[in-house]
Structure formats: C-alpha cells, structure tokens
C-alpha cells in the first residue's frame, strides 16, 4: 500500500505558458500532500504543504501566486506552475501523509519540468 | 534555521561489506527520523523510519538514533552493487510531520563490485 502517482512525467512548454501537475495517492487518504522540487544535484526543497480543503501553505521564498496548489480531495493535489520560465525547470515532486501511518511521507515518482 | 548534515561523499564501499551512513540534525526537538534512498532521475523511496533512541533493524538495514547527540545513523550490511544511490536523512520538526521533512543533501554511495 501506499503508492503516489505523479501525471505527467515529464513536460517541455514553452517559457511564458503555465503547466499543471497532478499528484494522487492510490490506495490511501492522503491528510497532508507536500509538493518538493530538486535542482540538479541538490538536495529536495519543500515548497509548499496542503492539507485538503484548506489554503496550501508555502515556504519562505516561494512565490504563492506563481505556483498554485489546489488539493481538491483526500487523494488528489495539484500544482500549477503559471508563466514558467526556465529557471523554473526542475524537478517537482509530491509526496503524501496518511492520518494513522505518522509522520512517514511516500513520494510520487515526479515530474521533470523544462521550461523552453 | 532548521539544518540537517550528510556528507556528501561519494562513499565507496567494496561489495558485501558494510556501508555507515551518517546524519546530524540542529533542532533538538525533532520527533521522526528517516532514511530514504534516490536513484539518479529517480524520487525517493523510503527505507526505514526510526523514532526512539537506540537501533532499529529491517532485513540488512539497521537504522541507530542517539538524540542526544543529535545523530542518526543507517548501516547497510552485506552491501550490493544494487545498493549504489543517493541516501538522503529526512527529519520531522518538533511540531510533528504536518510540517513537512527536511533533507540533507544526501550522501552518495558506491558499492564497488
């Protein structure tokens, strides 16, 4: 059990359009979904964490109105990342807490974004 | 400022012998502790959790905690080729997990056959 899906992959777009991310968790209820971003050899950065219906909460320096997060259910989370530019192509990967199953976080596979 | 450390490596092990990788937390009031392993290109995955002071075995990992000393510890045994990845240490604030983990920058790790 749980398992984290991540959709899509990968993604190229262009620099100035926007791109959705989507993160679900299979086989559990997901309480808390955190969405994370890797730079090449760099170590994960927390960017934002959501707790389902609720107003996701964004780490220091991370831009709330550029990366939008909805987690519209207890399996279900999005992040749009709107008008990317390159320096935003990384990375991006969400993982999922289960209420029971304590702190332990399960990541999805992630999404590796490059932005043209 | 919370802070988790690992070096960085790369930490070369002969195959079948026994890899020690090492992890240091600042904030004192750190509740979980874990240890996942990355492939290149690839997200984590989770090896094992650990939660009070002392060790805590699983197949030929074993995960040591000392709070004390603000250390936390994973042995892999009878290392394999297949072993080779990145090893990140995960820490939960004193808040709980709500709050989301802190990672080292991970320690990478060969097994050399």
């Known amino acids: 059990g749980a398992v984290v899906s991540q959709h899509p992959s990968w993604v190229i777009c262009k620099s100035g359009t926007s791109v959705k991310i989507e993160c679900r968790s299979l086989d559990f209820q997901a309480t808390t979904m955190f969405w994370y971003r890797q730079f090449p050899k760099q170590s994960l950065m927390l960017m934002a964490t959501s707790n389902e219906g609720s107003k996701a909460t964004y780490e220091q320096g991370v831009e709330k109105d550029k990366f939008l997060i909805n987690h519209a259910s207890l399996t279900l989370s999005t992040l749009t990342v709107t008008s990317a530019h390159p320096e935003d192509s990384s990375f991006y990967i969400c993982?999922?807490?289960?209420?029971?199953?304590?702190?332990?976080?399960?990541f999805g596979p992630g999404t590796r974004l490059t932005v043209l | 400022q919370k802070e988790v450390e690992q070096n960085s490596g790369p930490l070369s092990v002969p195959e079948g012998a026994i890899a020690s990788l090492n992890c240091t937390y600042s904030d004192r009031g750190s509740q979980s502790f874990f240890w996942y392993r990355q492939y290149s290109g690839k997200s984590p995955e989770l090896i094992m959790f650990i939660y009070s002071n002392g060790d805590k075995e699983d197949g030929r990992f074993t995960a040591q905690l000392n709070k004390a000393s603000q250390y936390v510890s994973l042995l892999i045994r009878d290392s394999q080729p297949s072993d080779s990845a990145t090893y990140l240490c995960?820490?939960?604030?004193?808040?709980?997990?709500?709050?989301?983990?802190?990672f080292g920058k991970g320690t990478h790790l060969i097994i050399q056959p």
């Open positions: 995960a820490v939960t604030p004193p808040g709980g997990g709500a709050d989301g983990l802190t």
């Open positions: 993982s999922a807490s289960a209420s029971g199953r304590g702190d332990t976080q399960y």
